[in-house]
Structure formats: structure tokens, C-alpha cells
């Protein structure tokens, strides 16, 4: 089983700050969290950030020099911290990681999601 936890999100006014956690667990192979997506009601889900096992990362046009994703291996943690925040950035924040077990095809799982509100 993997199991991908975020946590963070919150009611910030436009201009702050928020920082999102996540997580990733997972039995009989190794489970790491890679990137961040959001979903705004009545939008599909889009990515935001992404980060990989080297330290590369790439951020999404809308965010750029507003967010910023780091990792930490030693706790198996993936971090985004948002600067900045718009009302635009509003929506669930949903952590990806990736799953890899000898002999089979990497596999994506999704957290169940934070939610992030930009409201004056």
C-alpha cells in the first residue's frame, strides 16, 4: 500500500505566505513524493511544481518566482512554499509521488488534497 499525506494548506488574504507538506509511505518498494498539482472548482487538475531525485525543479508559468519546491530525503518530504499568494491560487493542492517496485512499472499515487483559499 502507499499511502502520500499533505498537509499546510489554509485561509490566507492575498499577499501571504503558506507552506504545504506532504509525505509519502509505501510497503514492498519505494514510495517518494515528486510534485504538486492544484484544482480550482470547476477546473481540471494542473500541475504546479515538480521536483526531481537530482534537485531539478520546474515550476509552472503562473507560479514562477512566487513558489518554490524543495525536498528533504532524509524525512521522505516533498515542501512548496508559496509567496505571494493571488485569489487565483485557490483550489485543492494535491502531492504526486511516484511508487517503484523491482520488476515493475513505476506507478503515480495522489494525497487526498489541501485546501488553499486566497480571500480578502
Known amino acids: 500500500q502507499v499511502q502520500v499525506v499533505e498537509s499546510g494548506g489554509g485561509l490566507v488574504q492575498p499577499g501571504a505566505s503558506l507552506r504545504l507538506s506532504c509525505t509519502a509511505s509505501g510497503s514492498r518498494g519505494s514510495a517518494k513524493p515528486v510534485g504538486w498539482y492544484r484544482q480550482a472548482p470547476g477546473n481540471q487538475r494542473e500541475w504546479v511544481a515538480s521536483?526531481?531525485?537530482?534537485?531539478?525543479?520546474n515550476y509552472a508559468d503562473s507560479v514562477q518566482d512566487r513558489f518554490d519546491i524543495s525536498r528533504d530525503d532524509a524525512k521522505n518530504a516533498v515542501y512548496l512554499q508559496m509567496n505571494s499568494l493571488k485569489p487565483e491560487d485557490t483550489g485543492v493542492y494535491y502531492c504526486?509521488?511516484?511508487?517503484?517496485?523491482?520488476?515493475?512499472?513505476?506507478?503515480?499515487?495522489w494525497g487526498q488534497g489541501t485546501q488553499v483559499t486566497v480571500s480578502s
Open positions: 504526486r509521488a511516484q511508487f517503484v517496485q523491482l520488476g515493475r512499472p513505476v506507478r503515480y499515487y
Open positions: 521536483i526531481t531525485s537530482g534537485g531539478v525543479t
